[in-house]
């Protein structure tokens, strides 16, 4: 499956109904989107430490990944995955939360640093690469709202109507995006970046 397209895409989150729809499980949130969209149907696999689902069409083949390892040990689940597809850091998308920009509004990058989030911090030590995609999708940092609220607090929680409404667009334009991310395009998600 080495072909040069991007193979796997990886919601970042936490297992559990506790968290389902919290700021934290964002990354789940598109990826549930993104099988609904196919119509395909997460399995739970011990052998990657998380649900995976596969979509298929006449251009590419995607791979869908939730780690249930918890947040801090994703890298655990995604480089078993990489390992046995035997695909390349460049192949990766791993979708989050991030803390320091708006809700809503999405940023995109390849390779860098963790700047702080756990979970790609687990990822990029398990894989020894940082040269992933990831696409960042803001959820608000408790200053940005005048909020002394503690951070592991705000993130385990849901986002209220207003953040979520902007959050839904986000995904929105994600689901979109979905054919030309697949193939190592990102020029659509880069328009909607512009806006």
Not at 119 to 144: A, T
Not at 154 to 164: A, D, G, H
Request: hydrophobic share 35%; glycine share 8%; charged share 20%.
């Amino acid at each position: 499956m080495s072909n040069g397209n991007i193979s796997l895409l990886v919601g970042l989150g936490n297992p559990g109904e506790r968290y389902i729809g919290t700021r934290h499980n964002i990354g789940f949130s598109v990826v549930d989107s993104v099988a609904e969209d196919f119509q395909v149907k997460f399995s739970h696999e011990n052998a990657f430490s998380g649900q995976i689902s596969k979509v298929k069409t006449p251009s590419y083949t995607l791979l869908l990944l939730k780690p249930v390892t918890y947040m801090n040990n994703s890298g655990i689940s995604v480089v078993s995955v990489m390992n046995f597809y035997k695909l390349l850091p460049k192949q990766l998308i791993v979708i989050h939360d991030e803390l320091d920009i708006l809700p809503g509004d999405i940023r995109l990058k390849q390779g860098g640093g963790s700047a702080g989030h756990n979970g790609l911090r687990s990822i990029q030590h398990s894989i020894s690469s940082s040269d992933f995609w990831r696409i960042r999708i803001g959820v608000g940092h408790p200053r940005l709202f005048n909020s002394r609220q503690d951070v592991s607090d705000f993130v385990l929680s849901k986002p209220n109507n207003e953040e979520f409404s902007y959050i839904k667009l986000a995904i929105d334009c994600f689901r979109n995006s979905i054919d030309s991310l697949a193939k190592g395009d990102f020029d659509f998600l880069r328009k909607y970046l512009k806006r």
